[in-house]
C-alpha cells in the first residue's frame, strides 16, 4: 500500500476474522512500510489468522496459495503494484 493512503481505513473495510495478510511493498512508488502495516492490521483485527511481511508480490503469492484450494485471494492496496504484477506475468 502506498504511504500516502489511510492504512487504518483500508483495514477496516477490508480485514474480517480469520483473514490472511500478506504485505509486500508497492515496487517503484513511495511505499508503506509492510512491517508497519503489519502492525496497524494487528491493531485494527486481532482476529486475523495470519499477518506475514514479504519482499515481493510473487513470494507472497506463493506462500498463499499453498496448499489452498478453497481460499479466495485478493490482490489489493494499491493499483501500482496491481500494473506491476499483471506486467510481470505478461512479459
Do not use: W
Amino acid at each position: 500500500m502506498l504511504s500516502t493512503k489511510e492504512h487504518a481505513d483500508v483495514f477496516r473495510e477490508l480485514l474480517r476474522k480469520g483473514d490472511r495478510l500478506y504485505l509486500v511493498p508497492v515496487p517503484g512508488h513511495s511505499s508503506a512500510l509492510p512491517e508497519q502495516l503489519a502492525a496497524i492490521a494487528k491493531n485494527i483485527s486481532a482476529d486475523l489468522e495470519l499477518v506475514e511481511t514479504y519482499a515481493d508480490v510473487f513470494a507472497a503469492l506463493e506462500v498463499a496459495v499453498e496448499g489452498e484450494k478453497k481460499r479466495a485471494i485478493v490482490l489489493c492496496g494499491s493499483l501500482y503494484l496491481i500494473g506491476h504484477f499483471l506486467s510481470s506475468i505478461n512479459n
